[in-house]
């Protein structure tokens, strides 16, 4: 008699044990401003001043006192001119300061008039004079000290990934170093004597049952994407014994193994017995399709453990359950704590009438009336739906879908990097 199937885990519960394995790496890496795109900070960012540091002039035009401009054509003199980069003298009663755009406010001045609204009179001697064609308000095109950000103020957390606009946030406060996780070293390798490397073998002398690796090029690239150090095992042949070599061998350098292919339970899927004999493994069937087979463990090495983790061999499988697990899972290891891609409500514009008792990810695509389109073949193996689709529908268990419903849309840019 076969043993009982045990039921399937939700997609939830599983990215829940994984992240409870997801300790942070341990050591950090200073690197400069400029190269720390992508990285997680391990320190927080705390301003020793304010942004900006004093009242300054968010337009090209003129510094008055209100109460000196009670009318539209009010001329007032010249008494200096102030360009970004240098302090200008307090505004003296009853006249006007040429500014420009960051130039710091002068004491005594109230409000900035933007040029447009002026007129310059020239004057045969000194600075002239200006025709004030428009009443001011008190504080207006002033920008105030401080109203970015305040001496003291933790500006980036740290666990914050960094994008181009917080890095040009760092540099704001002065920070040309920056205290980052360090990168996740990460082996990959795929399984398989179907497999061929693109180039090795031209398509018209592929013997029959081959298949081109695909798995592997683009799980690199979201791995690096991600911040990883990968080392490319390549491909391991169906042996046991090579499978087992190649385990220990990444076990010893890297932070987390990852595989595709390999870990269903046929005669030729060595993966679950190879990582048992080095060390432990979990044999999961996860509750969403695509997808199903999933594997996590760790191998014992000096100092600790790599953990190992391995995907199904399909490629929509494959890419998925990365998304959905091993991406959070790199994050935090990384120090990152928010790791959930955002869905957002978007009308589907599709029929899928037939509900599955897994939690399903459809691949769809925005149309040009803000709904999703539906690609034609929801197939594990059609990686033209990801190539085609801007991101998944997260429909769960049991659920039919009509045109004109709201779904769950979460975006390939919320699962890819």
């Not at 199937?5 to 990215?15: N, R």
């Not at 002033?142 to 760092?170: N, Q, W």
């Not at 999703?372 to 991101?391: I, M, Y």
Request: proline share 8%; with cysteine; aromatic share 6%.
């Amino acid at each position: 008699m076969r043993p009982a199937m045990k039921p399937l885990k939700p997609l939830d519960e599983a990215l829940a044990d994984l992240l409870a394995q997801a300790r942070p790496l341990p050591c950090t890496d200073t690197v400069t401003t400029f190269d720390a795109d992508g990285r997680v900070l391990a320190q927080s960012c705390v301003s020793a001043l304010q942004v900006p540091p004093q009242d300054n002039s968010s337009m090209d035009g003129y510094a008055v006192r209100c109460a000196d401009v009670a009318a539209a054509g009010v001329v007032l003199p010249l008494s200096q001119r102030i360009p970004a980069g240098s302090a200008g003298d307090p505004l003296l009663p009853g006249t006007a300061a040429r500014i420009f755009t960051g130039a710091p406010v002068p004491a005594g001045a109230d409000a900035i008039l933007m040029q447009e609204d002026c007129e310059a009179l020239a004057a045969a001697d000194g600075l002239g004079s200006v025709r004030i064609n428009a009443v001011p308000q008190a504080g207006q095109w002033i920008r105030s000290a401080g109203e970015d950000i305040t001496r003291g103020a933790v500006v980036l957390s740290a666990g914050t990934r960094l994008t181009p606009a917080e890095l040009g946030l760092a540099a704001s406060i002065g920070l040309h170093q920056l205290q980052v996780a360090r990168r996740p070293r990460v082996a990959l390798f795929s399984t398989g004597d179907e497999l061929v490397m693109p180039g090795e073998v031209p398509p018209e002398q592929m013997r029959p049952g081959a298949i081109y690796n695909s798995n592997r090029f683009f799980l690199r690239a979201m791995l690096l994407r991600l911040g990883c150090e990968v080392t490319d095992f390549g491909i391991v042949p169906d042996r046991r014994d090579a499978t087992i070599d190649a385990l220990r061998q990444a076990s010893s350098a890297h932070d987390l193994i990852l595989t595709s292919g390999g870990v269903s339970v046929g005669e030729e899927d060595h993966i679950k017995p190879a990582v048992e004999t080095l060390g432990t493994l979990d044999l999961w069937q996860i509750a969403m399709k695509p997808g199903k087979p999933f594997a996590y463990g760790q191998i014992p090495r000096e100092g600790g453990a790599a953990h190992f983790m391995g995907l199904p061999g399909n490629p929509v499988s494959s890419f998925l359950t990365f998304a959905l697990l091993v991406r959070p899972f790199v994050l935090r290891l990384q120090g990152v704590q928010d790791v959930a891609p955002q869905a957002v409500a978007v009308r589907a514009d599709f029929h899928w009438p037939k509900a599955d008792k897994r939690r399903e990810f459809l691949r769809v695509r925005l149309n040009a009336a803000g709904g999703l389109d539906l690609f034609s073949n929801q197939s594990s193996g059609v990686l033209t739906s990801a190539a085609w689709g801007d991101g998944v529908v997260d429909n769960p268990a049991g659920q039919t879908i009509a045109p004109g419903d709201t779904v769950q849309f979460i975006a390939f840019s919320e699962l890819l990097g």
